[in-house]
C-alpha cells in the first residue's frame, strides 16, 4: 500500500508563515516591548512638526515689523501683545470669539443627543441606516461648499426669500449677521458631536434605564438622573471639540457672516495677507493656542477628560 502523502498547507497559511519569519527576522523578539511606541511614532512625529511650527509662530509673535522695508525687527519685543491689549477691535473679536463658540457649543450638544440616543436606542434597522447616512453625508461636503450652500437658501435672493416674496410677505436678512454664523457652525459641528456621544450612550446599558423605571423613576426622571451624568465623558469630549473647533473656524465667519461677524482665525488672516505683518498674526495665534488651552483644561480639570481620556 503507498505511503499516503501529508496534505498540503492552505496557500494563505504559507504566506502568513514567511511575512512573521520576515516580521520576526526584522522585529525581534526582545524589540516587542517597543512595539506599541512603533505604532505611535508617525503621531509622535506629527505632533513633534506642529510643536516646531508653534515655536517659530512662538519666535516670530517676539519680533516688530518694521514699516520701511516690512520686515520683522531682528530685536525681540512684546509690542505686539501690548498691541493687542491697548485695540479694542481685538478684544471685542476676542469676546465675539468666545460667546460665539459657547452658544454654538450648547447648540451643538443640545440637538446631539437625541440625535445619538435615538440612533443607538431604536430598534429599527431602516431608522438606523438613515440616521448614520444622515450623519456622515455631510462629511463629503466641504465646509466651504456647505456655506454657499446656506447661502443660496439664505440670501436675499435665496430659496426662502423667494418664497416669502411669491407668499407677499416681506423679505428677512438671513446672513451676513452672527445668527447666521452660529446657524452654520452648529450645523457643521453636529455630525463631531453625535460621533463622541454615540460610545458614551452605547456604554450606558438598556436595562439600567429599565431598572430606574422598575424601581418608580418616571422615563424623564430616569433620562435626567440617570442617562445623563453616565453620558458626560462622551458629552465632555463632544463639548471640547466643538468648542475649540468653533473657536478656530474662519470659512463660517468669513462666507456667512460677510465682514460684519469676524472671529479671531479672520483678524490672523488678515495680520498675516492684509497686513503684511507675520509678528502680529502670530502673537494673536499665540494668544488664541494660550486661551484655547487654558479653557480646554479647565473643563479637563472640573468634569474629567471624557471620551478623550484613556483609561487602564
Do not use: C
Request: hydrophobic share 55%.
Amino acid at each position: 500500500m503507498p505511503e499516503r502523502t501529508p496534505d498540503r498547507l492552505p496557500l494563505r497559511w504559507t504566506l502568513l508563515d514567511r511575512l512573521e519569519a520576515i516580521a520576526a527576522l526584522v522585529w525581534p523578539a526582545r524589540l516587542r516591548g517597543a512595539t506599541g511606541w512603533l505604532f505611535i511614532t508617525p503621531a509622535l512625529l506629527l505632533v513633534g512638526v506642529l510643536l516646531i511650527g508653534l515655536g517659530y509662530m512662538i519666535e516670530y509673535s517676539l519680533h516688530e515689523l518694521d514699516l520701511s522695508t516690512y520686515r520683522l525687527k531682528e530685536a525681540y519685543t512684546l509690542d505686539n501683545y501690548l498691541f493687542l491689549m491697548e485695540q479694542p477691535v481685538y478684544l471685542r473679536v476676542l469676546l465675539r470669539t468666545l460667546l460665539a463658540a459657547t452658544i454654538v457649543t450648547a447648540a451643538t450638544l443640545f440637538l446631539a443627543f437625541p440625535y445619538a440616543y435615538v440612533m443607538v436606542r431604536t430598534s429599527s434597522s431602516r431608522l438606523r441606516k438613515f440616521l448614520l447616512i444622515s450623519l456622515f453625508l455631510p462629511f463629503f461636503i466641504g465646509q466651504v461648499v456647505r456655506a454657499y450652500g446656506w447661502l443660496i437658501i439664505l440670501g436675499k435672493e435665496g430659496i426662502i426669500n423667494s418664497l416669502l416674496l411669491t407668499l407677499d410677505l416681506p423679505t428677512l436678512d438671513l446672513i451676513y449677521n452672527n445668527g447666521a454664523v452660529i446657524f452654520g457652525l452648529v450645523q457643521y459641528m453636529l455630525p463631531f458631536a453625535v460621533l463622541l456621544i454615540v460610545p458614551a450612550i452605547t456604554a450606558i446599558g438598556e436595562d439600567i434605564e429599565l431598572a430606574a423605571e422598575s424601581l418608580g423613576a418616571h422615563w424623564t426622571r430616569a433620562f435626567w438622573h440617570v442617562v445623563l451624568p453616565m453620558a458626560r465623558p462622551g458629552l465632555v469630549g463632544a463639548g471640547v471639540v466643538v468648542f475649540t473647533l468653533t473657536m478656530t473656524d474662519f470659512a463660517m465667519p468669513e462666507i456667512l457672516g460677510g465682514g460684519t461677524s469676524d472671529f479671531i482665525a479672520s483678524a490672523i488672516y488678515d495680520s498675516f495677507f492684509q497686513l503684511s505683518n507675520s509678528g502680529l498674526g502670530a502673537a494673536l495665534s499665540i494668544v488664541l493656542v494660550t486661551l484655547g488651552s487654558i479653557l480646554v483644561a479647565i473643563v479637563f480639570r472640573l468634569t474629567g477628560a471624557g471620551t478623550l481620556s484613556i483609561r487602564q
